[in-house]
């Protein structure tokens, strides 16, 4: 025997499925970039350095990275290889190193707020070259559950050879604490694709990518 059901109710159903497939937060990215970057030609090599950029805390013990930290890994090579690159063989040199980080902070809805974020290549000298601080704070909006997650995935690409950062993103969102796009790898795919979005993207502008 079928169960037939109304069209109304059809429809309504596949909204609201549809709605939960395809409902991810907006992510806010900010780079910055040296004005002619050398090695971004196609085919390019580059090695990934395995202490997380700027967490500590992503370090299991004091040598080997997080499981987390390997999903946003895998997620940032992802798109470092649909641009062009090409990861070097273990223990091969290449003109690329590759600085991966992450953050993931619990907020309570209504609690306040994180600080906001200085983005800058060059780290402390703010806005790349500049040394008069071009870094832009960035305010995550809440969610509507009672808690949230704050999340943070920072990439650096310096030259090998003498450690000038050559190209530095921050890409940053706020998620429910219980929805599938705060699992780690989704999560981290989600801010590798908004930070490679038309990269090396427009040094010092901060865009939101849905």
Not at 6 to 35: D, I, K, N, W, Y
Not at 141 to 151: A, V
Not at 160 to 177: F, H, K
Request: proline share 5%; net charge positive; aromatic share 6%.
């Amino acid at each position: 025997m079928k169960l037939h059901l109304p069209a109304a109710m059809l429809s309504a159903m596949a909204l609201t499925l549809g709605g939960c497939a395809t409902a991810v937060p907006p992510v806010e990215v900010t780079r910055f970039h040296t004005a002619a970057p050398t090695g971004w030609a196609a085919g390019t090599r580059y090695v990934i350095d395995t202490a997380p950029l700027g967490d500590a805390s992503a370090m299991v013990g004091a040598t080997e990275p997080s499981l987390e930290w390997n999903s946003y890994r895998t997620a940032v090579e992802r798109q470092l290889q649909l641009q062009g690159f090409v990861a070097a063989e273990n223990g091969a040199r290449a003109p690329l190193k590759v600085r991966i980080g992450f953050d993931r902070a619990d907020r309570r809805e209504g609690v306040g707020r994180r600080s906001p974020v200085s983005v800058g290549v060059g780290g402390s000298t703010g806005g790349y070259g500049s040394g008069v601080g071009l870094g832009i704070g960035i305010n995550l909006g809440g969610g509507k559950s009672r808690w949230s997650e704050d999340l943070q995935l920072a990439v650096r690409i310096d030259d090998a050879a003498t450690g000038q950062a050559l190209w530095e993103g921050r890409a940053l969102t706020s998620v429910s604490s219980k929805a599938p796009a705060a699992q780690p790898s989704l999560a981290a795919a989600k801010l590798a694709d908004a930070l490679f979005k038309g990269f090396p993207g427009e040094s010092g502008r901060t865009i939101t990518v849905k």
